[in-house]
């Protein structure tokens, strides 16, 4: 039995996350797909507008109290309730969208569906978009939550650009932000190719500097490299440096002949996933790096002694 995908759309107060949500709704087939909305207030302002069931945040601190590593109960009850109404009523659930508060965190979430036993046998992370304001969104991103939901996206979702097309100033900070991240004007997306898996492209990825503290960083590397001591040099990364690490994404080239696709935010990884290597030649490895008040050019030569290998 194939796990139900989980997409989650945040973004900051007022990017909107609700309109791009509901735009999505009228334009897909919504019948095996279940919503989640967060709020902070007393009221559902948004029943209004979208189908959905509504989770008030309950987040319950665990071990060192990292936020990142909070565990949300909220969701965990949510899911549990949405996956047993489904199959009590002998329907197929594909497809669980979650629409977060303005100001949260992505990390609990992520957290939350990897680390508990049951969701991470029935649920899996399927992408995660982020909603920028084309008119507001160079100052929300002097807000610490706003960065953070940048880092951790693998899409950003360009709104309101009708009233302002002329956010190139925009694209320019959220790449130096993470480079990787993919932008979309939401005027030109095709909603039913939304969430089609996207082959991902690592290419020329610089170093880039942000004013905040933040800097990323992308390590190419021709050689492939001994599985168990990549992860071994990872793991010890990210249990030193992990609060300061906002996001780890990449493909490695294995000696095992295989490619492997990691993705990491904050402390939190997510399962590698094995990518056929259809052609049988080598295509080399990316690491792309996010990071805050942490020197990247340490961390690159610390991935060079562990692992022996020349990075481009």
């Keep these: ?18 309109t791009f949500l509901s735009e999505i709704l009228s334009d897909i087939d919504s019948s095996n797909l279940a919503i989640i909305v967060n709020e902070f ?6 029943d209004t507008i979208l189908n959905a069931s509504y989770a008030k945040e309950k987040t319950t601190v ?48 992520l957290w939350t569906v990897l680390s508990d036993p049951f969701l991470s046998n029935h649920f899996e992370i399927a ?8 008119i507001n969104g160079l100052n929300h991103l002097n807000h610490q939550e706003a960065i953070n939901q940048i880092s951790a996206s693998d899409s950003v979702i360009i709104t309101k650009s009708d009233l302002n097309s002329d ?11 993470y480079a990787g991240v993919k932008i979309y004007d939401k005027r030109y997306i095709k909603f039913s190719d939304l969430f089609n898996d996207v082959k991902k492209d690592y290419s020329n990825i610089e170093q880039n500097s942000h004013t905040q503290g933040l800097s ?16 071994i040099w990872l793991s010890l990364l990210l249990y030193r440096y992990g609060a300061q690490i906002l996001r780890t994404k990449g493909i490695i080239s294995t000696k095992q002949n295989h490619l492997i696709s990691i993705n990491s935010v904050c402390h939190i990884v997510h399962p590698p996933r094995h990518i056929d290597n259809l052609n049988g030649e080598n295509p080399g490895s990316c690491l792309v790096i996010i990071a805050q008040n942490l ?6 030569e610390s991935l060079k002694g562990f692992l022996k290998v020349e990075l481009e």
């Design 62 to 109: 665990i071990g060192s109290g990292c936020m990142c590593c909070n565990k949300r109960d909220d969701l965990i009850i949510k899911l549990k309730d949405i996956l047993n109404s489904y199959e009590l009523n002998g329907k197929s659930l594909d497809r669980v969208i979650i629409e977060t508060t303005g100001l949260a965190n992505p990390a609990p979430i």
């Design 216 to 231: 990323s960083i992308s390590l190419n590397f021709n050689k492939p490299v001994e599985w168990s001591a990549f992860t």
């Design 41 to 46: 207030g007393q009221n559902s302002l948004d």
């Design 295 to 300: 020197d990247l050019n340490l961390v690159k």
């Design 127 to 134: 992408g995660l978009f982020t909603c920028v304001d084309a």
């Design 1 to 18: 039995m194939s796990k139900v995908k989980i997409s989650i759309i945040t973004g900051f107060l007022g990017s909107g996350k609700t």
């Design 167 to 177: 956010y190139k100033e925009l694209c320019k900070t959220l790449k130096s932000i």
